[in-house]
Every structure is written in C-alpha cells, then in structure tokens.
C-alpha cells in the first residue's frame, strides 16, 4: 500500500513555472501508473497527466500539452509535474494519485490512493 504526499503548490503569476512532487510511501509505488488531477472549486476533479510506471508513456489533458511535463524517479518514491506558462485557468487544488494496476486511466474513480492536494493559484 501506498500513501502520497503531494507539494510544490503555491502563488504564481500567469506566464510562471511551478514543480509539484508526490512522495510516495511503500515498496512497490515503481510499479504503479500516476496520475495529475485538479480540482476547482465547485468542479469536479479532472485529469491532467497521467505516467506509467517505468515512463514508457505519458498522457495529458490537451490545455496543458506543451505547458506541463509530468515525469518520475522511481528511485526516490517520487512523481513531478513542472507546470511551465501557467494560466489563470490552471489554478486548482491539485492531487496526484496512483493507479496500483499500472492502467492507463484518465478516470479519477480509477485511480486507488490519493493524496491530499496541493492549491496552485495563478495570478493574472
């Protein structure tokens, strides 16, 4: 089992860069696909970018292709998501979560653990 722990979130202005991390917990997170979604207020969560487990495929929400790289380090229980040319409309809580399948999946109710969220807030 595992358990994630998102950071990295924060105030920027439109146009800026930010790096979220999820930390993993647990001996087999290496083998499991990870997910990027976000959350508004009053929405509900979407997806954003998606990895598989050994990185030999990625998927993205098509607003943010080209803005945001999501990649991972399995050595370090560890999955990013450097978030480049922020826009306003990108601000959200955002969470990572694991899919222990390694399933290429864009639904959260697919995905099995969650983290807590981290809020990225994009400045006009």
């Known amino acids: 089992q595992v358990q994630l722990v998102e950071s990295g979130g924060g105030l920027v202005q439109a146009g800026g860069s930010l790096r979220l991390s999820c930390a993993g917990s647990?001996?087999?997170?290496?083998?499991?696909?990870m997910g990027w979604f976000r959350q508004a207020p009053g929405k509900e969560r979407k997806f954003v970018a998606a990895i598989s487990w050994s990185g030999d495929w990625t998927d993205y929400l098509d607003s943010v292709k080209g803005r945001f790289t999501i990649s991972r380090d399995n050595a370090k229980n560890t999955v990013y998501l450097l978030m480049n040319s922020l826009k306003p409309e990108d601000t959200a809580v955002y969470y990572c979560a694991a899919e222990t399948a390694n399933l290429r999946a864009t639904m959260p109710a697919e995905y099995d653990v969650w983290g807590q969220g981290t809020q990225v807030t994009v400045s006009s």
């Open positions: 647990g001996r087999t997170f290496s083998r499991y696909a």
